[in-house]
Nanobody, 128 residues
């Protein structure tokens, strides 16, 4: 079993930055693809970014490309989401998730249903 704990959320003004962290415990997640998702009030949970087990392959939602960066440190069992140039529309609860599937070293999924473990989420609020 894997436990995921997000941290780093908070209140920030538009144009500011935050760095989210997702620490895993229970077992190593170095063999899992990882993703960051977000859910705003009244909306479905959506992919923000995902990263392969090695960190060599990443994907982003179009709305965050060029502003957000996903990375991982397998030695620390931690995944990060660096968020720059934040906008009010980035306001949401951000979730970290782990995907046990393995198809290739570059594998990651953009689908919520492919992820097996989820954190409790951290609130990000961007004021205008």
């Amino acid at each position: 079993q894997v436990q995921l704990v997000e941290s780093g959320g908070g209140l920030v003004q538009a144009g500011g930055s935050l760095r989210l962290s997702c620490a895993a415990s229970g077992r190593t997640t170095s063999g899992y693809a990882m993703g960051w998702f977000r859910q705003a009030p009244g909306k479905e949970r959506e992919l923000v970014a995902a990263i392969s087990r090695s960190g060599g392959s990443t994907t982003y939602d179009d709305s965050v490309k060029g502003r957000f960066t996903i990375s991982r440190d397998n030695a620390k069992n931690t995944v990060y989401l660096q968020m720059n140039s934040l906008k009010p529309e980035d306001t949401a609860v951000y979730y970290c998730a782990a995907d046990r599937h393995y198809y290739s070293a570059s594998y990651y999924s953009r689908r919520t249903e492919d992820y097996d473990y989820w954190g409790q989420g951290t609130q990000v609020t961007v004021s205008s």
